[in-house]
C-alpha cells in the first residue's frame, strides 16, 4: 500500500512538472503581482512571456530553454501610460518615457504635430532596437484663430491645416472631421479653454463644440477635449464631450446640486478623465529648488535648476499669487494647492468616473518619465491608495485609448509591457521609482545612464 502512494505521488508530480515545463521567450518567476485591475497583490507568482505577450500565468512555470528573472522579493506592475503628452523631440524624450517605466504615451496635439511628425512617433514607439513606447495621439487641435493655444502659446509652429485647424464656421467641421478620421487617431482635440493664464483669450462658442461632437460621432469617433474651469466644463459636457484631457482648475462643489446633476448626466456617458496636476507643480518648481534633489531624477533635469534666474523666479511668483487668487487659498504650498484637487478627483472617482494619469509634459519642468511618478505622489499625498493610483496610470489608461484588449494589466493574453520594482509600491506609491527592470514588448529595455 505504502509503495503504491509513493508511486502514486511520483506520477502526480511529474504530471505537474510536465503542464508547467515549457519553452517561453522570458520568465519571471516567484513576484509580487500588482496587475492594474485594482486586484490586491498576489505573492509568488510567475509569468511566462512568448512573443512578446504574456501566455501563462501561475505560481510554479519552468522554463525549458532557462532565459529567467528571479522576483523574489520584487514587484511586478503593468507598463505605465502619460495620458496627456506634447514633445518637441521625441527621439531625445522616449527614451527617458521608458526609464521611468513609461512604456505608452497619449500625445494631444502641438506645435509640430503635422501627420508626418504623428507618423514618425508611431514608427518610433512599434520599433524595438531604441527605447520608445507606443505612442496614441489624437487629432490635431481644432480650435480658432486667435484663440488657445496659438495666441496664448505664441509660436511660428502653428499652421492651419498642418498642426492645427482653426474653425471658421461650423459648416467645415464635418470636412475636417472626415479628413483626420483616415488617421489612426484616438478621437478629436478640441480646445474649449480661454488659456491658461491671464490675459485670457475667449473661449470656443457652445455651437462649435456641439457641431464638432456630432460630426465625431458620425465617423465613429470620440471628442478629448482641454477645459480649465467650470464654466468649460459645463460646455464640455452641454455639447456631448465623451472625455477630458486635463483637469488642473476645474473645482467641484459636492453641496452645489446644480453642478452635481451635471456631473450626473456626464457620467452616464462613461467618460475618461484625465489629471494634470504637474501642471501646478511645474509653476511651483522655480520657487522650490531642494525638488531638484531627488536622487531619482535625472541629472538631465537636475541640471534646470540652472535656469532658475531671479527673472524666472519673480515671475513664478506672481504666477503663483495668481493661481492662489483663483483657487482661494492663502497658504503657499504643494500640499494647499493639490489637497483640494485630489480631495475632487476622489470624489469624482467614487461618482464612477474614469480617471486617468497624464501630466502634460512639454511645460517647463515638468519632465518626460519622472512627471507621471510625481502625478502619482500627488494623488497619495492627497489621500488616494496606490492600488487605484496604479490602475489609473494602466488599465484606465488603456480603456481610454480602447487598448483594454492588449495592454493595460498583467493579464493571458495582453502585451508583456511590464515594470519590475525594488520595493512595494502599495507601501508607499515613490517606490514605483525604484525601478529594477522595464520591460516592454516582453523585451528588458536600457535604461539611460544617470
Not at 508547467?20 to 521567450?25: A, I, L, P, R, S
Not at 496635439?109 to 512599434?126: H, V
Not at 459645463?234 to 462643489?253: C, K, P, R, S, Y
Request: aromatic fraction near 10%; proline fraction near 4%; charge should be negative.
Amino acid at each position: 500500500m505504502k509503495q503504491f502512494i509513493i508511486l502514486t505521488l511520483i506520477v502526480f508530480l511529474a504530471g505537474c512538472a510536465y503542464q508547467k515545463t515549457e519553452e517561453y521567450d522570458l520568465v519571471i518567476s516567484n513576484v509580487n503581482l500588482i496587475d492594474g485591475t485594482g486586484k490586491p497583490l498576489q505573492t509568488g507568482v510567475s509569468i511566462g512571456i512568448t512573443e512578446g505577450k504574456i501566455v501563462a500565468i501561475d505560481s510554479i512555470l519552468l522554463n525549458s530553454n532557462g532565459k529567467s528573472i528571479d522576483g523574489t522579493g520584487k514587484f511586478l506592475i503593468p507598463g505605465l501610460f502619460d495620458c496627456h503628452v506634447h514633445t518637441g523631440n521625441f527621439e531625445r524624450d522616449f527614451p527617458r518615457f521608458v526609464h521611468y517605466g513609461v512604456t505608452s504615451v497619449f500625445v494631444t496635439g502641438g506645435g509640430l504635430c503635422t501627420n508626418d511628425f504623428y507618423a514618425s512617433m508611431r514608427k518610433q514607439g512599434n520599433q524595438d532596437s531604441i527605447p520608445a513606447p507606443f505612442v496614441f495621439h489624437t487629432s490635431q487641435h481644432f480650435t480658432m484663430e486667435g484663440r488657445h493655444p496659438p495666441k496664448t502659446y505664441r509660436s511660428s509652429n502653428w499652421h492651419d491645416g498642418e498642426t492645427i485647424f482653426y474653425l471658421k464656421d461650423t459648416l467645415q467641421i464635418e470636412d475636417l472631421v472626415r479628413e483626420v478620421s483616415q488617421y489612426p487617431i484616438v478621437g478629436i482635440k478640441l480646445t474649449i479653454e480661454d488659456g491658461p493664464a491671464p490675459p485670457f483669450v475667449e473661449r470656443m462658442p457652445q455651437l462649435f463644440i456641439d457641431k464638432t461632437v456630432l460630426a465625431a460621432s458620425n465617423h465613429g469617433l470620440e471628442v478629448f477635449a482641454h477645459v480649465s474651469d467650470n464654466t468649460e466644463l459645463e460646455m464640455a459636457i452641454n455639447g456631448g464631450v465623451q472625455n477630458l484631457v486635463h483637469f488642473t482648475g476645474v473645482n467641484i462643489d459636492p453641496q452645489d446640486s446644480i453642478q452635481i446633476r451635471l456631473l450626473e448626466k456626464f457620467v452616464k456617458r462613461d467618460p475618461y478623465w484625465v489629471t494634470t496636476l504637474m501642471i501646478d507643480k511645474s509653476f511651483l518648481y522655480p520657487i522650490h529648488s531642494e525638488w531638484f534633489e531627488s536622487e531619482s531624477m535625472l541629472d538631465v533635469y537636475k541640471e534646470s535648476v540652472n535656469e532658475l534666474t531671479p527673472e524666472l523666479i519673480d515671475r513664478a511668483k506672481i504666477y503663483v499669487r495668481v493661481l492662489m487668487d483663483e483657487y482661494e487659498i492663502d497658504k503657499n504650498s504643494l500640499e494647499a494647492f493639490m489637497l483640494p484637487q485630489v480631495e475632487d478627483i476622489k470624489f469624482l472617482s467614487d461618482m464612477g468616473f474614469n480617471m486617468v494619469l497624464g501630466t502634460d509634459t512639454g511645460n517647463d519642468f515638468n519632465f518626460p518619465g519622472y512627471s507621471l511618478h510625481e502625478e502619482m505622489q500627488l494623488l497619495e499625498l492627497g489621500g488616494m491608495e496606490p492600488v487605484e493610483i496604479i490602475k489609473m496610470g494602466t488599465l484606465n489608461a488603456a480603456e481610454m485609448m480602447s487598448a483594454q484588449d492588449s495592454l493595460g494589466s498583467i493579464e493571458v493574453g495582453k502585451i508583456a509591457n511590464m515594470v519590475l520594482l525594488n520595493k512595494n509600491p502599495i507601501d508607499d506609491i515613490n517606490n514605483t521609482l525604484l525601478i529594477n527592470s522595464v520591460i516592454k514588448r516582453g523585451r528588458i529595455q536600457k535604461r539611460l545612464d544617470q
